[in-house]
């Protein structure tokens, strides 16, 4: 008797059990006993799935990459944060971030922090095999031979200067780092499609081409830098020809830096309805043309009557229904906020930190 095997098959709508048949004998098909043992094979398994709804449901996706941005430096709360994990060599190392891939550093924070510090943020990292990230204003103001509005891009979010950016690779340098990922702070959308004050109206040629101005001088230092992008959401997928300039932007990108985009970070807008069928559609076109996909979970900003905890939950609920109504399954993600809330990293004497977005996603996936 040949055998019918049972196996899982990954499906859009999550995990699924199937009969593999392919093998049962002519023999078993032509004297009746194949379809009865089918039906009480497919019953044997219904049967194991409802005495076990957690293998019903599937064990999740692989647990994505992570991406856990320390945040404010100077304020009392960041500071203790930095302090705790960084600066306090008899402090203990946290459970949550041994299951971190990057911790990320805001360029903002990067130039505020001293040398000493930054040399230890280094080696507690190296020392933790957690990879380092700056999130990065990527684009350059202006650039020699380039036509642009006059003071275009002037405090415009995601520009900086080359030569500012040339400083922080060298300080980086100086601290002993080994620069792993940088994640840009909005360019396509600030360059091409921003129509704020100062906004440069760049082609996406453009915005790739002073994109790779700031990009090289990290490069220089650190060639193995590994890149990748942070769009807003739906604000993206609200333009009529979002994908054919997105697939521009890619191939833009890796004509002017050298190198592929590694992944793209989704910014929700949050207080904006259609949010979802916006992701939803940010991952099928990533999934087309292989792009690492990320999401930012967070929450949007905080109501007047809103505490700390109301956020943390708001953003909680946020990812949950991303990854078990949605079905969307990120390569990546990051805890990052912007926002009052809840502005440090750690939950200590100042109140419940980020920590606790990552210790709830790990618990969401059976993370222990």
Known sequence: MSPIRIHWEMTKEGRRCAIDDRQASDEGRRFGWYRPMKILFSVLVAGLLLANPATAAGPSAPTPQIWFSMGALTSPAGHQSW????????????????????????????????????????????????????????????????DAPPHCGEGVEGHYAPFATAALAAKL???GATLDYIAMDEPLWFGHYYNGKLACHSSIENVAERVAANLREYQKVFPHVIIGDGEPFPSITDQPHWQDDYKEWLRFFQVKTGQPLAYTFVDINWGVTHWPASLQAMRDFAHQVHLPLGTIYNDAPPRA??????????????????????????????FSSWEKYPGHALTDSYGVGEDYLVKQYLQLHGVK
């Not at 000493?116 to 990065?136: F, N, S, T």
């Open 83 to 146: 302090d705790t994990l960084f600066y306090n060599p008899d402090a203990p190392w946290p459970e949550f971030m041994n299951h971190l891939h990057v911790v990320g550093i805001l360029t903002q924070a990067l130039l505020k922090i001293s040398d000493e510090d930054l040399a230890k943020v280094v080696v507690r990292l190296k020392q933790k095999h957690v990879a380092l990230g700056i999130e990065m204003l990527a684009q350059a103001y202006t650039l020699p031979g380039i």
């Open 305 to 334: 009557a809103m505490s700390n905890q109301d956020w943390l939950d708001d953003a909680v609920r946020n990812f949950t229904h991303i990854e078990r109504t949605l079905r969307v399954s990120p390569d990546w993600l990051a």
């Open 173 to 175: 340098k100086r601290a």
